[in-house]
């Protein structure tokens, strides 16, 4: 556990950087400091390692001040990953990721055992292993830098915006990796980040900052954009936080349409029928395996020769479908408002489709899951 209790920073020339921090990060658990820039989240993030010291109050380490430590055995069990990964450009992927086991006197063995491991863990090939920093890309980069901070396999983990200098599709996929690293490691893992969005999917509990160095609300993040506590977090939030909060609620509680979905091979007489009678305007037409195809709209039909199969029609794309299983409503929304029917695709593990749900009946699932 990592305590805050009053921790400030005043700097000589009378910026106030920190101000009255209390806050309590949770042993195993990743929390998230976010807010916009110039707030304090660098200056309170460094003072858990002590590259900064407070002016007042102080930092407590399982109940014990950091001042009371020494700062180079300090640093040595605690991970840092910054922005641009920091790391050194003249050593190898290998020996950056080997610095503190070999300044921890492992021998030049176990250490780059250790590394080979590392970057399995991060997803980096071993034939990366002699290269220089310069001969990687930034997500790989920020990747050794991931690795390097876990090296000496540390309780702690400060993460300094580590993703913000890459695209966001690198980006995305170095957020699913620290996911999967922490359900695998469960580190005290402290992330700094100005991205809601980050903020949100990565962290366990979520402190936001606000200018002068103050502690604006400390929630998870469930709690955070359901209830904002004033004006400036909501502006922070985001003013789309009711759609951001849906990805909380899993889709696997919508219930589906099934009356619309029709085989490859059915004519379009009768599908034309089975959509009246169901009220629905548009057929879903899947193959054999129920793989998605497209949307035929019931004037379609009403204009195809009855004994044309559906397969032979000019179908509207399906656009993305939602994993039923494990996607969340907002996901669904989203694969709703993109399709041209108006309606999202639902469908298993395989991608077979299970069902339709239409963007009424998402309305009324969300008035019920929000309420
Ligand atoms: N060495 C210093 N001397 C004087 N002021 C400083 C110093 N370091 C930081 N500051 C000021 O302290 C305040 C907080 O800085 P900090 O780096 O903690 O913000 P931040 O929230 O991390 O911002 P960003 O999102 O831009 O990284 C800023 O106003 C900054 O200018
Ligand atoms: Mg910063």
């Known amino acids: 556990m990592i305590t805050f209790e009053g921790a400030a920073k005043l700097y000589p020339d009378g910026t106030v950087a920190v101000d009255g921090l209390d806050l ?80 921890l006197g492992w021998g030049r063995a176990r250490a780059r055992a250790r590394a080979a491991e590392l970057m399995e863990l991060v997803g980096l090939e071993p034939a990366q292993a002699r290269r220089y920093p310069h001969q990687l890309s930034g997500g790989q980069q920020q990747r050794v830098g991931v690795a390097r901070a876990l090296a000496a396999d540390p309780p702690i983990l400060l993460m300094d915006e580590p993703f913000s200098a890459v695209d966001p599709v690198v980006r995305a996929s170095l957020q ?53 506590r004033d004006a400036f977090v909501e502006s922070f939030v985001g003013y789309d936080r009711g759609v951001r909060r849906l990805s909380f609620f899993p889709a696997r509680d919508l219930s589906l349409r099934g009356e619309a979905v029709f085989g490859a091979g059915t004519g379009a007489g009768g599908a034309l029928a089975a ?38 029609l000019d179908l509207a794309p399906y656009g993305h479908t939602f994993d039923v299983g494990t996607d969340s409503l907002r996901a669904a929304l989203d694969a709703a408002v993109l399709s041209p029917a108006g309606r999202a695709v639902g469908v298993d593990a395989e991608g077979r489709v299970l069902g339709v749900v239409s963007q009424d009946d998402l ?3 969300l008035w019920s899951v929000t309420e």
């Open 24 to 103: 309590t990060v949770e042993t195993g658990r990743t929390t998230v400091f976010v807010g916009p820039s110039g707030s304090g989240k660098t200056t309170s993030l460094r003072m858990i390692n002590r590259m900064v010291e407070p002016t007042g109050g102080a930092v407590l380490i399982d109940g014990e001040d950091v001042r009371r430590r020494d700062p180079a055995v300090l640093r040595r069990s605690i991970g840092y990953v910054i922005q641009q990964a920091g790391l050194f450009p003249h050593r190898t992927v290998r020996d950056n990721i080997a610095t503190v086991p070999l300044l």
């Open 275 to 312: 959509v009246r009678e169901s009220g629905e305007p548009w057929a879903l037409v899947v193959s054999a395996d129920r793989q998605p195809l497209g949307w035929a709209s019931a004037e379609q039909l009403g204009r195809a020769p009855a004994d044309t199969a559906l397969g032979e």
């Open 176 to 228: 699913d990796e620290l996911l999967r690293l922490q359900r695998e490691l469960h580190k005290t893992v402290v992330f700094v980040t100005h991205d809601i969005d980050e903020a949100v999917r990565l962290g366990d509990r979520i402190a936001v900052f606000r200018p002068g160095g103050r502690l604006a609300q400390y929630d998870t993040p469930e709690r955070l954009l359901a209830d904002p």
């Open 363 to 365: 309305g009324t699932a």
